[in-house]
């Protein structure tokens, strides 16, 4: 059995004799004394587990997880506890990225996540980041982070912190950590459409006019009137999915593992008869043997542009897809077009639907209209009233009155603008 010893400073040691009946201190620290009497409960059940061989019970193992990273490693000093496997940033990263492969997008975040708490923390133990450390953290973010100078957007830090929460939560599998000091801390789901860009029909042209290459050009097509996602899903295109007669193109997401149907849009359909014609007998890809990475294709595509006169947009390859989205949204249904373009309805609306110059104009056109529309209207109850009113102010004699033949307004003389009757068969309202 153990006993809680009161210090003069103020802290709490718990004594307590060992299997080999050798006495032992645990040094608890400034707590209070009903906190080292729930550890003392805890220590007897752990001495009373060992002296039976055997495994303590489940509450107490619960509470053995739980620990800090010091007080555990002070119970594995005495001999009470397994010692936890000790883990730096760095090996949870590597442990995680192992267990999660992911697809190289997956791969580039959690590196950049990886990169960012090594900047801020060092390469230390994960246990050892407290929630108030972890808060810190997240106010640093979008000020010190940014390679180019600048800070972070809100939504990068905050998927950055995200990102942390799903390691740590790895490590607690792992029994790396008791917590995650990232758990209580709020991130908002804001999208950053700042750089949001629509390709419209004319830049296309003047783009693929200065493209030599047909399958390049063919790239280009698939990206911006095809909606693909560029480069995973159109380098692996295979002639074997391209139906010629029901104009239609199987595409392989790997993104989603998931397959969905294209259709063949005429500038698609173009470019790949192209690419057809001078294919290889019994070549399975439809570019071959390229190899070529997202910033590759976007280099490229940046020459073109300085040849055309024209600056390249931001985020090019995703713009021209949502530029794709934007325009088929018009057209066709909502589940019609996430279905084509391998997406949920609301990731469409989220990431993807633009607001155009267009939408604008037609709007403000549709404003002017409305106005002219309720102007004209107010300017023939205006005239209307006129009307009333000078017959009631009307002082004529008799002499002066309409004939009865007359089938004009009453209080209107003869020589006076023709009134058009509102009625089709051309009769005066009575």
Not at 62 to 87: F, N, Q
Not at 88 to 108: S, V
Not at 152 to 176: C, E, G, V
Not at 264 to 275: A, D, G, Q
Request: with cysteine; hydrophobic share 40%; aromatic share 8%.
């Amino acid at each position: 059995m153990s006993s809680i010893t009161s210090r003069p400073n103020g802290h709490q040691w718990i004594q307590f004799r060992g299997l080999a009946g050798k006495r032992q201190t645990l040094r608890l620290g400034k707590v209070t004394r009903e906190a080292a009497s729930t550890i003392k409960g805890r220590v007897d059940r752990l001495l009373a587990a060992q002296a039976m061989q055997q495994a303590p019970d489940l509450e107490t193992a619960r509470w053995v997880g739980s620990l800090s990273v010091k007080l555990h490693a002070k119970l594995a000093a005495l001999g009470l506890v397994e010692p936890r496997a000790v883990a730096t940033l760095t090996e949870l990263f590597a442990a995680f990225e192992k267990e999660y492969p992911g697809k190289d997008g997956t791969r580039r975040n959690l590196q950049e996540t990886c990169r960012s708490l090594l900047v801020y923390f060092g390469d230390c133990p994960p246990g050892l980041i407290s929630p108030r450390e972890a808060r810190d953290y997240q106010l640093w973010l979008p000020e010190n982070v940014n390679l180019r100078g600048g800070g972070l957007a809100t939504a990068t830090a905050d998927r950055r912190i995200r990102r942390a929460r799903q390691l740590f939560r790895f490590a607690i599998d792992n029994r790396w950590v008791p917590s995650n000091p990232f758990d209580g801390l709020k991130c908002s789901r804001e999208v950053n459409r700042n750089r949001d860009f629509f390709v419209d029909a004319n830049l296309t042209a003047q783009v693929l006019a200065e493209i030599s290459d047909p399958g390049f050009r063919a790239i280009v097509c698939l990206a911006r009137y095809g909606g693909l996602r560029c480069p995973s899903e159109i380098l692996r295109l295979e002639w074997a999915e391209v139906n010629w007669e029901k104009g239609l193109l199987d595409v392989f997401s790997p993104k989603t593992n998931s397959r969905r149907t294209v259709p063949l849009f005429p500038p698609i359909e173009k470019t790949l008869s192209v690419l057809w014609d001078r294919a290889e007998p019994g070549e399975a890809l439809i570019f071959g043997r390229r190899r070529f990475t997202k910033a590759s294709l976007a280099s490229r595509l940046q020459v073109v542009c300085r040849r055309a006169g024209i600056a390249l947009w931001p985020k090019p390859w995703q713009n021209m897809r949502a530029t794709r989205e934007t325009e088929l949204l018009e057209e066709f249904p909502l589940h019609v077009v996430v279905a084509w373009l391998g997406h949920s309805a609301k990731i469409s609306t989220r990431h993807y639907a633009q607001v155009t110059d267009d939408h604008i104009s037609k709007a403000l056109l549709m404003g002017k209209n409305v106005l002219r529309l309720a102007t004209g209207e107010n300017q023939g109850e205006a005239k209307g009233e006129a009307v009333r009113g000078g017959q009631g102010r009307s002082v004529a004699g008799p002499a002066e009155r309409k004939p009865p033949e007359s089938q004009g307004f009453r209080g209107q003389s003869r020589s006076g603008p023709a009134t058009k009757s509102p009625r089709a068969d051309g009769a005066a309202r009575p």
